[in-house]
């Protein structure tokens, strides 16, 4: 395919490998996802030039709703995008031209774009809630990559550094997604997603309430994370005042919990969703409350020596 008309499916050549419970239709470019879960996509696209606007973009679009997608202020540019789709009944995807105008794939390249789907099983046996709460701010960055494309970010990691820098991408290999990539002043940094304690979204940003948030499959699995994981989830309802929620050496948050899903909070400065933090679970080392708004009965025992 060489050209793409404005809200028109990509039609992809080859299908390569196609295992499991996903069926592509090579005359309508439609994916189908038939089992629940979790879905890793990753696309890449070689783009020449747009017949009308300033940009050209791509969204991934699913059945169920989902909207994701990835764009570059550069008509002649390669750019990829990214994305995390919860499926709980069957449903599509497809990828679309979601420019003001028909895009011109690359004409001297043999391959022109490519799309990856990957099912994450969590109910694999090393499958951990703590790879969910990775999971979980995969699809949170993913996001923000979106919602906030010129924030200053504030990006903060285990230790007393933290750097900022605009959001551009997820950095994916072929086993899956294991990079945040941020811009500062032309230089590209990237930090493992194993290490960020929390992201600040800016100096008068407002929490967009079109994020959604990923729900863990159940049962959950037995482990530290989860019992860590849940309880800040069940400790932390929305709307509890927190005077401090210290997440690395150094930097805390006061406010407001403005939404608490598993495996991550969203502080906010007040209930509107003021200068939100996005700080996942396990590395909210202290939170200091006036009042625990769930206080549960424990099984330990007081022992003097």
Known sequence: MGQVLTNENIIFDNVVLNEGSMSYNTSSGIITLSEAGNYHISWWVANQ??????????SLISGSGA??????????SSFSGIGIVQVTSPTTLRLVNSSAGTAYLCSNTSVKATLMISMVKEDAPT????????LQLTNVL???????????????????????????????????????ISTDEGAIQAVPLNMI????????STYDESM??????????AGWSTDVITSVHDYLPEGTAVDDVVFSIGNSRSGFIYKSPYGMIVVTEDMAGTNPT??????ASIIITETPSAKKSSNLKKTEI
Do not use: C, H, W
């Not at 909207?67 to 002649?76: A, D, E, G």
């Not at 499958?127 to 990775?134: A, E, H, K, V």
């Not at 304690?197 to 008068?204: L, S, V, W």
């Open 49 to 58: 030039s747009v017949s009308a606007g300033l940009d050209v973009s791509f």
């Open 67 to 76: 909207n994701i997608i990835s764009n570059s202020p550069s008509k002649t």
């Open 127 to 134: 499958s951990t809630m703590y790879n969910f709460q990775i």
């Open 142 to 180: 993913s996001q923000i990559i979106t919602l906030y494309p010129d924030n200053i970010l504030s990006i903060f990691v285990r230790g007393l550094y933290y750097m900022e820098g605009t959001p551009t991408a997820l950095y994916s290999s072929s086993s899956g997604v294991g990079l945040f």
């Open 197 to 204: 304690t929390g992201i600040y979204a800016g100096d008068g």
């Open 212 to 221: 959604t948030f990923l729900s863990p499959l159940e049962p959950f699995p």
């Open 278 to 283: 996005f700080i996942p679970a396990t590395e």
